[in-house]
């Protein structure tokens, strides 16, 4: 049977004047949010088939950072 998780970006910095929200970046609460992810999911033996993630720059960070650590 196949399990679908449904993950949040982690914490982002307040958008800059100006700033799109789709180009906010992750906070360094956010980096920590993310590495701890990828380590609860290799613990857990958490390894998806497949991931589909928003092109949002928060988003892809996210994703970036916890796969790193989940496969790293």
Do not use: V, W
């Amino acid at each position: 049977m196949k399990t679908l998780y449904l993950l949040r970006h982690a914490h982002s910095d307040p958008a800059e004047l100006g700033q799109d929200d789709h180009d906010r970046t992750l906070s360094a609460r956010g980096e920590h949010e993310s590495e701890n992810l990828g380590d609860f999911m290799r613990e857990q033996n958490l390894f998806p088939d497949a991931a589909f993630c928003s092109t949002s720059t928060r988003t892809r960070e996210t994703l970036r950072i916890a796969t790193a650590r989940l496969f790293g």
